[in-house]
């Protein structure tokens, strides 16, 4: 090597270069490189000078094998030792980011500083010594990076018993170069501690610029490792990577994950319903949103705590919409931190379902982040009496290990950020509004109730570090149980393509696949329930019997419905006895489910069963299905139970209990009825209860209803007789909107001719469902009552998403006058109805839209503002085909009255200049408010900007322009444009910045502005010199009756001397 290169070049140059570090190394000891003689170079004419500088500075200390003698090599220039070591660390780095992942390193081709086993071995220096036990398989968190610089797979052997030679490169308090040495006998534990996450702790080592540590395993493999300097290096890791084979879990947790995975595989295989269907076939990815929630004030800290999700548009939940595979992906959420994801949906919309294909695709290979996922039913594991272990509830509720319990449990504990764990039905928890803080002192072995484990999970105490998975209603309370959660999806179960997707794949192959789905069609209001997935399993159920009857028409009612099912099911060729038996069984089975909900349970064990035939009964219908509950580990006792089927047979059962009870008196009916006053909404546990009790009340003419006691008629007709009594004397008008829409429903599953007319004919004309969730039921019932009236409506279906085909439906009444929904949905369907060259729709809809007024709180609605300036532009040329007019005008735009712009002082100059563009579509404009409280801070930009369009605001009364950070400049070209604003009558400047200047500018125009009667410019920096302009210039403006112009900068005596001059200035 030419010693030139070292000292013309320097040493960056060196590092750069691309010689060998071997090469380097051999020729630094003569003794290795075989040259007794001990030339360090070739070049005979290389100075001595030079020899003994690169001796002093190179980066390397040695040890002379024979004599013990040292080569010390490190620097004591610091600079070029700290860019020798960043500089390799980086590159290193560089390349291991690559590969780190598959844990497999190649050999290393980078230059690296080399420790060999000659060089390291000595044992002659034994107060340099640190001899340590390496862990068998310590993985890197990037503080390390290791590079293997020979690979022996083959000969490749277990690291728990490796000799290790080790040698460390430090340096004292003095700044002095010393060598710590190792030995390859074994590694002794005791001299370097390791923590129980795999760390390697020694306090003594010194403070140098770059640590380079040196391994040779006794298989012959080599690792060197290069930790970055420190001030005080308190800790050191020394992860061993395997070269070849990628790391290895214990074989009794490989077997347990194999395990889990096939249960998984075996019990997602199909879909619990009334005929097997494979969950693959029948799975429909239902609609699934990223929502936000919103904090419920209330006089208590309870229901302070209470949260409820944003209702939005249904363009706003189209663009919030996530994929399955989205589920987990939390951006920004830290490694170490439990992480909480909440699924919410209505009963039945599909969240069990969906946890049982998320279950599925893991054991498939999907969401390999997981490496164990426990899924649990919160009915069947949250019995009062029950406690469990975490060890008892991960491994003896779904697999028992074979063997290595203990084992596998310590890994659980260790790899907490590999565990998903799913708390199914968070409504199914006893007493969850009284959710406790964990205070267990060892709480991954202390016994728990399941909602002790769940808080003790969700306030990271327990497992911390894992995924929780909670679904739960709307309406509960899980966010006063859960402290914090990091994501939050709403399910809201199927568009009309869906629907049809869903019901022609389950008639898939049979003989009247094309008649099922046409004969559903056709019954507009049981389609409208199909968004539900159980009601459209249901539905299909129900289709599939008709079709196999012979019969054409499906029943009209959701009662009829679930009747017919019932019927269906127990009904079959049986002699009288066994018929009154089943008689007595269902009646028996309807008074648990009714008790059992009261309760807000419906799982029970199954020796509270009143008896065995009941149990029978209800298992061979498939009313309940029967569970097992984790043994205790201490008692090892193991105990059954059973849970009804789903939630609606449930609540079908309720309702016929308080229809055949004698005991439920017709009197007492009313309380569970969801309309008890104005002001209180329904409570959603049994929420279909209601509109069931009210179908099975006015079912007197079935036989099968009859058939089931001697008594029902005679019950039913006086409890028919309390509800017509009840509903009679309801104030409608007063309803809040989710309980007049409850009403509708029950109403409507009544079919009386009498109850849908009286409720039509005392609806109130103005009906807002502003921020009330529209679904498809919802919209048919409300449109099939509001046909009946002989009144004109005006509906608010903003922030309802209603789906485009209940907008139009709704919106295609005549007698609906006028109608007001998001703007982005609106235009969605009008373009949507000139596609269809639906001209007439057309026209009528756009005559009935209602802007006015209008408040733009968000980026997103200046744009759908200016989308529909946009629509009116392109509907000139369809509206003039359908009346042969040559010109057209949006109403809602025409008569645009009061503009509000409240988009704060983020976004607000950003989107006033949009807003700006547009101002000159609405003619009828009279009230532009750009304060709102908002503090919009569109500035003089945004003055500037306003002043060019005031010649076409033509009708502008009142303009507001407070809180807008607007200065002389922007008071100046607002003062040189105002005159043009003929109508203008109060004009507010309030808390801007607006000084003398601006206050002379506004001065000189006032006589000019012959409309205006109120003037605002309270609060700026104006002093006494422009207070005095502007009222001499008042003397002159017999038409301005009020100028309010307070401002700290006036001078008190001065203000009240203006006063008593125009007794029309105002503080």
């Given at each position: 090597?030419?010693?030139?290169?070292?000292?013309?070049?320097?040493?960056?140059?060196?590092?750069?270069?691309?010689?060998?570090?071997?090469?380097?190394?051999?020729?630094?000891?003569?003794?290795?490189?075989?040259?007794?003689?001990?030339?360090?170079?070739?070049?005979?004419?290389?100075?001595?000078?030079?020899?003994?500088?690169?001796?002093?500075?190179?980066?390397?200390?040695?040890?002379?094998?024979?004599?013990?003698?040292?080569?010390?090599?490190?620097?004591?220039?610091?600079?070029?030792?700290?860019?020798?070591?960043?500089?390799?660390?980086?590159?290193?780095?560089?390349?291991?980011?690559?590969?780190?992942?598959?844990?497999?390193?190649?050999?290393?081709?980078?230059?690296?500083?080399?420790?060999?086993?000659?060089?390291?071995?000595?044992?002659?220096?034994?107060?340099?010594?640190?001899?340590?036990?390496?862990?068998?398989?310590?993985?890197?968190?990037?503080?390390?990076?290791?590079?293997?610089?020979?690979?022996?797979?083959?000969?490749?052997?277990?690291?728990?018993?490796?000799?290790?030679?080790?040698?460390?490169?430090?340096?004292?308090?003095?700044?002095?170069?010393?060598?710590?040495?190792?030995?390859?006998?074994?590694?002794?534990?005791?001299?370097?501690?390791?923590?129980?996450?795999?760390?390697?702790?020694?306090?003594?080592?010194?403070?140098?610029?770059?640590?380079?540590?040196?391994?040779?395993?006794?298989?012959?493999?080599?690792?060197?490792?290069?930790?970055?300097?420190?001030?005080?290096?308190?800790?050191?890791?020394?992860?061993?990577?395997?070269?070849?084979?990628?790391?290895?879990?214990?074989?009794?947790?490989?077997?347990?994950?194999?395990?889990?995975?096939?249960?998984?595989?075996?019990?997602?295989?199909?879909?619990?319903?009334?005929?097997?269907?494979?969950?693959?076939?029948?799975?429909?990815?239902?609609?699934?949103?990223?929502?936000?929630?919103?904090?419920?004030?209330?006089?208590?800290?309870?229901?302070?705590?209470?949260?409820?999700?944003?209702?939005?548009?249904?363009?706003?939940?189209?663009?919030?919409?996530?994929?399955?595979?989205?589920?987990?992906?939390?951006?920004?959420?830290?490694?170490?931190?439990?992480?909480?994801?909440?699924?919410?949906?209505?009963?039945?919309?599909?969240?069990?379902?969906?946890?049982?294909?998320?279950?599925?695709?893991?054991?498939?290979?999907?969401?390999?982040?997981?490496?164990?996922?426990?899924?649990?039913?919160?009915?069947?594991?949250?019995?009062?009496?029950?406690?469990?272990?975490?060890?008892?509830?991960?491994?003896?509720?779904?697999?028992?290990?074979?063997?290595?319990?203990?084992?596998?449990?310590?890994?659980?504990?260790?790899?907490?950020?590999?565990?998903?764990?799913?708390?199914?039905?968070?409504?199914?928890?006893?007493?969850?509004?009284?959710?406790?803080?964990?205070?267990?002192?060892?709480?991954?072995?202390?016994?728990?109730?399941?909602?002790?484990?769940?808080?003790?999970?969700?306030?990271?105490?327990?497992?911390?570090?894992?995924?929780?998975?909670?679904?739960?209603?709307?309406?509960?309370?899980?966010?006063?149980?859960?402290?914090?959660?990091?994501?939050?999806?709403?399910?809201?179960?199927?568009?009309?393509?869906?629907?049809?997707?869903?019901?022609?794949?389950?008639?898939?192959?049979?003989?009247?696949?094309?008649?099922?789905?046409?004969?559903?069609?056709?019954?507009?209001?049981?389609?409208?329930?199909?968004?539900?997935?159980?009601?459209?399993?249901?539905?299909?159920?129900?289709?599939?019997?008709?079709?196999?009857?012979?019969?054409?028409?499906?029943?009209?009612?959701?009662?009829?419905?679930?009747?017919?099912?019932?019927?269906?099911?127990?009904?079959?060729?049986?002699?009288?006895?066994?018929?009154?038996?089943?008689?007595?069984?269902?009646?028996?089975?309807?008074?648990?489910?009714?008790?059992?909900?009261?309760?807000?349970?419906?799982?029970?064990?199954?020796?509270?069963?009143?008896?065995?035939?009941?149990?029978?009964?209800?298992?061979?219908?498939?009313?309940?299905?029967?569970?097992?509950?984790?043994?205790?580990?201490?008692?090892?006792?193991?105990?059954?139970?059973?849970?009804?089927?789903?939630?609606?047979?449930?609540?079908?059962?309720?309702?016929?209990?308080?229809?055949?009870?004698?005991?439920?008196?017709?009197?007492?009916?009313?309380?569970?009825?969801?309309?008890?006053?104005?002001?209180?909404?329904?409570?959603?546990?049994?929420?279909?209860?209601?509109?069931?009790?009210?179908?099975?009340?006015?079912?007197?003419d079935d036989p099968y209803f009859c058939s089931l006691s001697n008594k029902i008629v005679k019950q039913s007709i006086k409890k028919q007789k309390t509800l017509l009594k009840c509903i009679r004397r309801l104030e409608i008008n007063e309803l809040c909107p989710e309980s007049l829409l409850k009403l509708l429903q029950c109403i409507y599953e009544t079919q009386s001719s009498y109850l849908l007319q009286h409720v039509a004919l005392r609806l109130k004309p103005d009906l807002s469902f502003l921020g009330v969730a529209l679904t498809p039921p919802d919209v048919h019932v409300l449109h099939s009552i509001l046909k009946r009236s002989r009144k004109e409506f005006s509906l608010d279906l903003r922030n309802s998403s209603i789906d485009m085909q209940g907008l139009k439906d709704l919106v295609g009444l005549k007698n609906v006058a006028s109608f007001r929904a998001s703007l982005s949905d609106t235009v969605r369907l009008w373009k949507s109805l000139e596609q269809?060259?639906?001209?007439?729709?057309?026209?009528?809809?756009?005559?009935?839209?209602?802007?006015?007024?209008?408040?733009?709180?968000?980026?997103?609605?200046?744009?759908?503002?200016?989308?529909?300036?946009?629509?009116?532009?392109?509907?000139?040329?369809?509206?003039?085909?359908?009346?042969?007019?040559?010109?057209?005008?949006?109403?809602?735009?025409?008569?645009?009255?009061?503009?509000?712009?409240?988009?704060?002082?983020?976004?607000?100059?950003?989107?006033?200049?949009?807003?700006?563009?547009?101002?000159?579509?609405?003619?009828?404009?009279?009230?532009?408010?750009?304060?709102?409280?908002?503090?919009?801070?569109?500035?003089?930009?945004?003055?500037?900007?306003?002043?060019?369009?005031?010649?076409?605001?033509?009708?502008?009364?009142?303009?507001?322009?407070?809180?807008?950070?607007?200065?002389?400049?922007?008071?100046?070209?607002?003062?040189?444009?105002?005159?043009?604003?003929?109508?203008?009558?109060?004009?507010?400047?309030?808390?801007?910045?607006?000084?003398?200047?601006?206050?002379?500018?506004?001065?000189?125009?006032?006589?000019?502005?012959?409309?205006?009667?109120?003037?605002?410019?309270?609060?700026?920096?104006?002093?006494?010199?422009?207070?005095?302009?502007?009222?001499?210039?008042?003397?002159?403006?017999?038409?301005?009756?009020?100028?309010?112009?307070?401002?700290?900068?006036?001078?008190?005596?001065?203000?009240?001397?203006?006063?008593?001059?125009?007794?029309?200035?105002?503080?």
């Amino acid at each position: 090597m030419d010693s030139t290169f070292l000292s013309e070049n320097g040493y960056l140059d060196l590092l750069h270069s691309d010689i060998d570090p071997l090469h380097l190394y051999t020729q630094l000891d003569p003794k290795l490189s075989g040259n007794e003689e001990g030339d360090f170079s070739a070049d005979s004419e290389v100075d001595a000078s030079d020899y003994d500088q690169f001796n002093m500075d190179f980066l390397y200390t040695m040890e002379n094998r024979e004599n013990g003698d040292e080569l010390d090599l490190c620097s004591t220039k610091e600079d070029y030792a700290r860019i020798a070591g960043n500089f390799i660390l980086d590159e290193i780095a560089a390349e291991n980011t690559e590969m780190l992942p598959d844990i497999k390193v190649p050999k290393c081709h980078k230059r690296t500083y080399l420790g060999s086993a000659e060089s390291c071995s000595d044992a002659s220096e034994p107060k340099y010594r640190k001899i340590v036990e390496v862990p068998a398989v310590s993985a890197g968190n990037g503080s390390f990076l290791a590079m293997p610089l020979n690979s022996h797979p083959a000969s490749s052997t277990s690291l728990t018993n490796q000799h290790m030679s080790f040698s460390l490169l430090a340096t004292d308090a003095l700044d002095r170069s010393f060598v710590i040495s190792g030995s390859s006998a074994p590694l002794i534990p005791e001299c370097l501690s390791v923590d129980t996450k795999g760390r390697q702790q020694n306090a003594g080592f010194a403070d140098p610029p770059q640590q380079i540590l040196g391994f040779v395993l006794g298989n012959g493999t080599s690792d060197v490792l290069i930790y970055p300097g420190l001030e005080t290096l308190k800790e050191v890791q020394v992860p061993i990577i395997p070269s070849e084979e990628p790391l290895k879990r214990p074989k009794p947790v490989e077997a347990f994950c194999t395990s889990l995975k096939h249960y998984f595989q075996d019990v997602c295989r199909s879909v619990a319903m009334e005929r097997e269907v494979a969950l693959e076939h029948l799975f429909i990815d239902g609609t699934l949103v990223q929502s936000q929630t919103e904090t419920k004030t209330g006089k208590n800290s309870i229901k302070a705590m209470e949260k409820e999700l944003v209702i939005c548009s249904l363009q706003g939940k189209e663009k919030a919409a996530l994929k399955r595979s989205q589920i987990f992906q939390i951006p920004g959420s830290k490694d170490l931190e439990t992480k909480v994801i909440v699924v919410l949906g209505k009963a039945g919309m599909g969240k069990s379902i969906l946890v049982q294909k998320i279950c599925q695709d893991w054991s498939n290979g999907e969401f390999s982040q997981f490496e164990f996922v426990f899924w649990f039913d919160c009915k069947q594991i949250s019995l009062p009496e029950k406690q469990y272990s975490l060890e008892d509830l991960l491994l003896d509720f779904f697999v028992k290990p074979q063997e290595g319990s203990k084992e596998i449990f310590e890994y659980i504990l260790q790899n907490p950020a590999k565990v998903l764990l799913v708390f199914d039905g968070f409504e199914g928890l006893h007493d969850h509004e009284n959710f406790l803080r964990c205070s267990a002192s060892q709480p991954e072995q202390d016994l728990f109730t399941i909602k002790e484990l769940l808080s003790g999970l969700s306030q990271k105490k327990i497992l911390n570090g894992c995924t929780l998975l909670l679904t739960a209603r709307p309406k509960d309370k899980v966010y006063q149980c859960v402290s914090k959660v990091d994501k939050t999806i709403e399910i809201t179960g199927f568009s009309p393509q869906q629907r049809e997707l869903y019901i022609s794949k389950y008639f898939e192959g049979l003989p009247y696949n094309d008649n099922a789905l046409k004969l559903i069609k056709e019954c507009e209001y049981l389609f409208s329930h199909c968004y539900s997935p159980v009601m459209c399993r249901f539905v299909c159920f129900l289709c599939e019997t008709v079709l196999e009857m012979g019969d054409k028409c499906l029943p009209s009612t959701l009662t009829a419905v679930f009747l017919k099912f019932l019927q269906q099911k127990i009904i079959t060729m049986q002699a009288d006895v066994a018929a009154m038996q089943n008689q007595e069984s269902l009646a028996t089975l309807a008074r648990i489910a009714w008790y059992l909900g009261e309760k807000h349970q419906s799982a029970t064990k199954s020796d509270l069963l009143p008896s065995k035939e009941v149990k029978e009964f209800a298992l061979k219908y498939g009313f309940f299905l029967p569970f097992a509950f984790p043994k205790h580990s201490d008692s090892g006792e193991e105990a059954f139970g059973s849970t009804f089927a789903d939630f609606v047979i449930q609540n079908f059962l309720g309702a016929l209990h308080l229809t055949l009870a004698e005991e439920i008196k017709d009197r007492s009916l009313t309380k569970y009825l969801p309309f008890p006053s104005k002001k209180k909404k329904p409570y959603n546990w049994l929420d279909l209860v209601p509109r069931f009790l009210s179908g099975l009340l006015f079912l007197q003419d079935d036989p099968y209803f009859c058939s089931l006691s001697n008594k029902i008629v005679k019950q039913s007709i006086k409890k028919q007789k309390t509800l017509l009594k009840c509903i009679r004397r309801l104030e409608i008008n007063e309803l809040c909107p989710e309980s007049l829409l409850k009403l509708l429903q029950c109403i409507y599953e009544t079919q009386s001719s009498y109850l849908l007319q009286h409720v039509a004919l005392r609806l109130k004309p103005d009906l807002s469902f502003l921020g009330v969730a529209l679904t498809p039921p919802d919209v048919h019932v409300l449109h099939s009552i509001l046909k009946r009236s002989r009144k004109e409506f005006s509906l608010d279906l903003r922030n309802s998403s209603i789906d485009m085909q209940g907008l139009k439906d709704l919106v295609g009444l005549k007698n609906v006058a006028s109608f007001r929904a998001s703007l982005s949905d609106t235009v969605r369907l009008w373009k949507s109805l000139e596609q269809a060259k639906d001209y007439e729709l057309l026209r009528a809809s756009t005559e009935k839209f209602v802007l006015d007024p209008f408040k733009a709180k968000t980026m997103k609605d200046v744009s759908d503002l200016s989308d529909l300036v946009d629509m009116q532009k392109k509907m000139i040329n369809c509206v003039q085909d359908a009346s042969g007019c040559s010109s057209y005008e949006i109403p809602a735009i025409k008569n645009l009255r009061k503009l509000e712009f409240a988009l704060g002082p983020v976004c607000g100059l950003q989107g006033f200049l949009k807003l700006v563009e547009i101002l000159a579509a609405f003619p009828s404009l009279q009230y532009l408010d750009l304060d709102a409280l908002s503090e919009n801070g569109i500035g003089d930009e945004g003055a500037k900007s306003l002043s060019e369009v005031f010649p076409t605001l033509t009708s502008l009364e009142t303009l507001n322009l407070s809180q807008n950070k607007i200065t002389d400049v922007g008071a100046e070209r607002l003062a040189t444009a105002l005159p043009s604003l003929s109508s203008l009558k109060t004009l507010s400047l309030y808390n801007n910045s607006i000084c003398d200047f601006g206050a002379e500018n506004l001065a000189k125009v006032l006589p000019a502005m012959a409309s205006l009667r109120v003037l605002e410019v309270q609060y700026n920096k104006i002093t006494g010199a422009g207070a005095q302009q502007l009222t001499d210039s008042l003397r002159k403006c017999p038409h301005i009756k009020k100028l309010v112009m307070w401002n700290p900068t006036i001078p008190y005596g001065v203000l009240e001397h203006l006063r008593q001059l125009d007794s029309r200035i105002s503080v």
